[in-house]
């Protein structure tokens, strides 16, 4: 099946520099990638994904980027402030028949120093 | 948020007792799924359904059972909890077509002494 790995597990920034979160997944034929944003005691939300049909998503702050060829993909996010402190969760599926499994990373806690 | 609700929203029982955590939604979507979320872990699938009465095993499925007898509501039982299943069950419903994305509820912590 497949596995997706994330990096790194925790990861801290000034309010307003730049934040990047890093997923690899292990099967080619995964052709969904979906980031999820999951704040203390909340239920993860949905903030951006991409098809495998594209390189790069944006919108607004935060853009997410997909290298097919080396199974990887990233999320990332400009001019931080304190709201973007939550865990971040990357996940990839493969979008084919009744199977739609998401496989998640085991995600990322950011925290946005003011 | 989409409409999903889960019930009960906190449950604590002991080791062998029948657990059953219930999602509800009211979007008509035809496909739901359990995930548990265990810090280290991410969320994993233990079950998803594509329509009623039809249900497949997730990454996660030892100790778990699920039903569902209707479109809105997507039942997981366990039999007879054990510590282990300790955790927070998310509960999520899928779009339609070709695109995947995945909304979910509000969750349940569930505590297994």
């Known amino acids: 099946g497949e596995n997706v790995e994330q990096h790194p597990s925790t990861l801290s920034v000034q309010e307003g520099d730049s934040a990047v979160i890093k997923c690899t997944y292990s099967?080619?034929?995964?052709?969904?990638f979906p980031w999820y944003k999951q704040e203390l005691g909340k239920r993860p939300q949905l903030i951006i994904d991409?098809?495998?049909?594209?390189g790069e998503k944006k919108d607004q702050r935060i853009a997410v980027t997909l290298n097919k060829t080396a199974k990887h993909f990233s999320l990332h996010i400009t001019e931080t402030q304190p709201e973007d402190s939550a865990v971040y969760f990357c996940?990839?599926?493969?979008?084919?028949?009744?199977?739609?499994?998401?496989?998640f990373g085991s995600g990322t806690q950011l925290t946005v120093l003011p | 948020d989409a409409g999903i609700t889960q019930s009960p929203r906190h449950k604590v029982t002991e080791t062998g007792t029948p657990v059953t955590l219930r999602c509800h939604q009211t979007?008509?979507?035809?496909?739901m799924y359990w995930y548990r979320q265990d810090p280290g872990h991410g969320l994993r699938l233990i079950h998803y359904?594509?329509?009623?009465?039809?249900?497949d095993k997730g990454e996660v499925s030892d100790g778990y059972s699920v039903s569902r007898s209707k479109t809105e509501d997507f039942l997981l039982t366990l039999e007879s909890a054990t510590s282990s299943q300790t955790s927070v069950y998310f509960c999520?419903?899928?779009?339609?077509?070709?695109?995947?994305?995945?909304?979910f509820g509000p969750g349940t912590r569930l505590t297994v002494l």
């Open positions: 991409i098809r495998s049909n594209v």
């Open positions: 999520a419903i899928g779009g339609q077509g070709a695109y995947n994305e995945q909304f």
């Open positions: 979007e008509n979507h035809r496909y």
């Open positions: 099967d080619s034929a995964s052709n969904y």
């Open positions: 996940a990839a599926a493969i979008s084919s028949g009744s199977a739609r499994q998401l496989t």
């Open positions: 359904s594509y329509g009623v009465k039809d249900t």
